[in-house]
T-cell receptor, first 111, second 116 residues
Framework: DAGVIQSPRHEVTEMGQEVTLRCKPI?????LFWYRQTMMRGLELLIY????????DSGMPEDRFSAKMPNASFSTLKIQPSEPRDSAVYFC?????????FGQGTRLTVV | AQSVTQLGSHVSVSEGALVLLRCNYS??????LFWYVQYPNQGLQLLLK??????LVKGINGFEAEFKKSETSFHLTKPSAHMSDAAEYFC??????????????FGTGTRLQVTL
């Protein structure tokens, strides 16, 4: 398996624009997690899904953030409108049992 | 709620020296504990994990960690550092009563520097 695949790897956008981050989990995994990494706040869980259903979205910072998982092989994290403080590395991870496997991340820069 | 404290944001060791990265956790139920490594511009890679059973767990690249319930600790060690070990290391905790995945709570990370 190719592992967790995220796209794009880098995204630069202007403040106010919509941004969509994409994730393909490892085939057969039934949990999917979205994390954000910043220097100030470290690694934070934003939301996670089990069998495509959102289980805990308490980490989503505000209504500008939304996440979907329309099927077992695809998830998106959308920010609309984006703000400079959203600049971070966003990681997707998937899991079947206890261990979570992380993607390479998307580095988002909002200018 | 669970939490993780990593003591020391930066640790520097000489090549060939012992590596010791400290991690203490807080959890109201028996935890699952993890160490992940992150190389620059990369994702997180699992080094090792503790779920149940033997308290000394061995991972990849010669690392190991010991779960000490009485000390609520899960320190990461490696007998002899190599230059390629230079990276950021994260301790994480999760709780699950069913043996399935659960959200990870991460520590703030420790950057390991290895010098000649």
């Amino acid at each position: 398996d190719a592992g967790v695949i995220q796209s794009p790897r880098h995204e630069v956008t202007e403040m106010g624009q919509e941004v969509t981050l994409r994730c393909k989990p490892i085939s057969g995994h039934d949990y999917l997690f979205w994390y954000r990494q910043t220097m100030m706040r470290g690694l934070e869980l934003l939301i996670y899904f089990n069998n495509n259903v959102p289980i805990d979205d308490s980490g989503m910072p505000e209504d500008r953030f939304s996440a979907k998982m329309p099927n077992a092989s695809f998830s998106t994290l959308k920010i609309q409108p984006s703000e400079p403080r959203d600049s971070a590395v966003y990681f997707c991870a998937s899991s079947l049992r206890v261990e979570a496997f992380f993607g390479q991340g998307t580095r988002l820069t909002v200018v | 709620a669970q939490s993780v404290t990593q003591l020391g944001s930066h640790v520097s060791v000489s090549e060939g020296a012992l590596v010791l990265l400290r991690c203490n956790y807080s959890s109201s139920v028996p935890p699952y504990l993890f160490w992940y490594v992150q190389y620059p511009n990369q994702g997180l890679q699992l080094l090792l994990k503790y779920t149940t059973g033997a308290t000394l767990v061995k991972g990849i690249n010669g690392f190991e960690a010991e779960f000490k319930k009485s000390e609520t600790s899960f320190h990461l060690t490696k007998p002899s550092a190599h230059m390629s070990d230079a990276a950021e290391y994260f301790c994480a905790v999760s709780v699950s009563s069913t043996g399935t995945a659960s959200k990870l709570t991460f520590g703030t990370g420790t950057r390991l520097q290895v010098t000649l």
